[in-house]
């Protein structure tokens, strides 16, 4: 394998060259990672030696503005604008302690990039670590502050927060409270609920809604039909996969309707998408949200929609006829399945499946040891039938002998 050219390592790999150590004979605090099957070689991924990682997180750092850390703190697994962010070229990163967007003491690459604002770097020094003063001091005083800050927050709101639904601002270093009712249903909430006030009803329903489109029927074009919009109504829809709190869904079906609105459009995006931009007309609209226990449908408004040329379907009577077209998809499969192993048995037998195949362990789940050796007994028996069969000689076989 070709080593590498001197400049490809790393800063740390032309240190020890230089000093003269080899890729066999190093300190103990680096090491050469290459996969087990291949040769030690300096040739590698990191670009040759890497610190061990027990030894770099006690080693001293400092920070542009002479902070100083643990490398334990640090990052080193960056690679931007053609350079290796990393311990081992002493270029290191630090979400800056301070938090400060625009410093000018940083490197000149992060500060010009949005997402790395808060990075700073930072450099190996062999000063002794002083924990005073340093970014850990200054993180443990900042996360006091945050926890003091929070213990006010909810004195403020006289308890009537959750944790889950607050976030330290690190932008206005306040503590705010986004209560979403559907978080609280999406995560099976249950018992006392600190933003109501009092325990959840024990009593599980879901949130319900309608949803109206009305679309252009394409297929009617070049008749006298053509241009027809057709409006149906698909009833009884859920807003959760699993029973919620009766609860948190009378919260919900208040306060959700763009979440409901949001899912309905994700789900229609290509229809939106070709009515936008290539003028098939389609729309939807959001109708009779409700939290209910179960399903209730109101068979006199059905009739009426009916009436009125709209096409009514129920979200409940999908999901159940989808449920028997895939348990018929299944079956069918299976029988399929089934026959073309029973074939193979009466073409090859038993004996002639691997023994840990899938078509064994098939055989012995799908037909069991009865109908094995039916399979079985019916193979030797067109064996024996195929044996016993007369040759039909030929005229030419016959002038042969």
Same mark, same amino acid.
């Given at each position: 394998?070709?080593?590498?050219?001197?400049e490809e390592?790393?800063?740390?790999?032309k240190?020890?060259?230089?000093?003269?150590?080899?890729?066999?004979?190093?300190?103990?605090?680096v090491?050469?990672?290459?996969?087990?099957?291949?040769?030690?070689?300096l040739?590698n991924?990191?670009?040759?030696?890497t610190y061990?990682?027990?030894?770099?997180?006690?080693q001293?750092?400092?920070?542009?503005?002479g902070?100083?850390?643990?490398?334990?703190?640090?990052?080193?697994?960056m690679?931007y604008? &053609?350079?290796?962010?990393?311990f081992?070229?002493?270029?290191?990163?630090?979400r800056?302690?301070?938090?400060?967007?625009?410093?000018?003491?940083?490197h000149e690459?992060?500060?010009e990039n949005?997402?790395?604002?808060?990075?700073?770097?930072?450099?190996m020094t062999?000063?002794?670590?002083?924990?005073? &003063?340093?970014?850990?001091?200054?993180?443990?005083?900042h996360?006091d502050?945050? +926890?003091?800050?929070?213990?006010?927050?909810?004195?403020?709101?006289?308890?009537?927060?959750?944790?889950?639904?607050?976030?330290?601002?690190?932008?206005t270093?306040?503590?705010?409270?986004?209560?979403?009712?559907?978080?609280?249903?999406?995560?099976?909430?249950?018992?006392?609920?600190?933003?109501?006030g009092?325990e959840?009803?024990?009593?599980? &329903?879901?949130?319900?809604?309608?949803?109206?489109?009305?679309?252009?029927?394409?297929?009617?074009?070049?008749t006298?039909?053509? &241009?027809?919009?057709d409006?149906?109504?698909?009833?009884?829809k859920?807003?959760f996969d699993?029973?919620?709190?009766?609860?948190i869904?009378?919260?919900?079906?208040?306060?959700?309707?763009?979440?409901i609105?949001?899912k309905? +459009?994700?789900?229609?995006?290509?229809?939106?998408?070709f009515?936008?931009?290539?003028?098939?007309?389609f729309?939807?609209?959001?109708?009779?949200?409700?939290?209910?226990?179960?399903?209730?449908?109101?068979l006199?408004?059905d009739?009426?929609?009916?009436?009125?040329?709209?096409?009514?379907?129920?979200?409940?009577?999908?999901?159940?006829?989808?449920?028997?077209?895939?348990?018929e +998809?299944?079956?069918?499969?299976?029988?399929?399945?089934?026959?073309?192993?029973?074939k193979?048995?009466?073409?090859?037998?038993?004996?002639s499946?691997?023994k840990?195949?899938?078509d064994?362990?098939?055989?012995?789940?799908?037909?069991?040891?009865?109908?094995?050796?039916?399979?079985?007994?019916?193979?030797?028996?067109?064996?024996?039938?195929?044996r016993?069969?007369?040759?039909?000689?030929?005229?030419?076989?016959?002038?042969?002998?």
């Amino acid at each position: 394998m070709r080593e590498k050219e001197h400049e490809e390592y790393n800063a740390l790999t032309k240190r020890l060259l230089e000093e003269g150590y080899t890729v066999d004979n190093h300190p103990d605090y680096v090491r050469v990672d290459v996969p087990m099957w291949q040769e030690k070689t300096l040739d590698n991924y990191d670009g040759g030696f890497t610190y061990e990682r027990w030894w770099i997180f006690e080693q001293t750092f400092r920070t542009p503005c002479g902070l100083q850390c643990k490398g334990l703190q640090c990052h080193s697994n960056m690679s931007y604008m &053609g350079i290796e962010w990393t311990f081992e070229n002493d270029m290191a990163t630090i979400r800056c302690p301070y938090e400060k967007k625009g410093c000018k003491l940083k490197h000149e690459y992060l500060q010009e990039n949005t997402v790395l604002r808060y990075e700073c770097e930072v450099h190996m020094t062999k000063e002794e670590y002083c924990y005073e &003063g340093s970014v850990e001091h200054i993180l443990k005083l900042h996360d006091d502050e945050i +926890r003091r800050q929070e213990v006010s927050f909810r004195l403020q709101k006289n308890g009537r927060v959750c944790r889950e639904h607050m976030r330290f601002n690190r932008d206005t270093l306040e503590w705010e409270m986004n209560y979403d009712p559907y978080y609280c249903g999406s995560s099976r909430c249950a018992g006392m609920c600190p933003v109501l006030g009092h325990e959840l009803d024990k009593k599980k &329903g879901n949130v319900f809604y309608d949803v109206k489109i009305s679309y252009l029927r394409n297929d009617l074009n070049g008749t006298l039909f053509e &241009g027809q919009v057709d409006t149906r109504i698909i009833k009884g829809k859920k807003l959760f996969d699993h029973p919620v709190s009766m609860d948190i869904g009378k919260i919900c079906a208040r306060l959700c309707q763009d979440r409901i609105r949001e899912k309905v +459009r994700r789900h229609y995006f290509t229809q939106l998408f070709f009515s936008e931009y290539h003028g098939r007309y389609f729309s939807f609209e959001i109708q009779n949200v409700r939290a209910e226990r179960r399903e209730s449908r109101d068979l006199m408004q059905d009739l009426e929609d009916i009436r009125n040329g709209i096409q009514i379907v129920h979200a409940s009577d999908m999901e159940k006829r989808d449920s028997e077209n895939k348990r018929e +998809r299944r079956r069918q499969a299976r029988e399929s399945a089934v026959r073309r192993l029973e074939k193979k048995l009466l073409e090859n037998g038993y004996e002639s499946l691997e023994k840990f195949s899938a078509d064994r362990r098939h055989a012995d789940k799908w037909l069991g040891e009865e109908r094995i050796a039916e399979l079985e007994q019916m193979r030797l028996e067109k064996e024996k039938e195929r044996r016993e069969q007369p040759v039909q000689l030929s005229l030419f076989d016959m002038e042969v002998l």
